[in-house]
């Protein structure tokens, strides 16, 4: 029930002629300085066909996780901040 809330935000969605805009660009991020992080299998078969299918072959599985992760925290920033926040109170 919470995540269904939170995409019900008053920001509008990503437009289809915004995607590739959004998610499929190069970035100057270099996976071998990140951190590696697991995903599920499923997970992984979808973003690599994303990235070979719309990236015309210009974009890394980073770049795109990249781009999806800042937009996520650009559209979720305030939340996640007022979340950390209430998070601080004190119990009593």
Known sequence: MI???LFKKSKPPVQIGQYKDIFLQ???FVARNGKTVYISEDF???ISRIVFILG???ITISDYMYNVLKQHFQHFG???NTLQIDKQKPIL
């Open 3 to 5: 995540m269904k809330n």
């Open 44 to 46: 992984h078969k979808k």
């Open 56 to 58: 015309d072959g210009k």
């Open 78 to 80: 305030e939340d996640i």
């Open 26 to 28: 190069p970035t100057e």
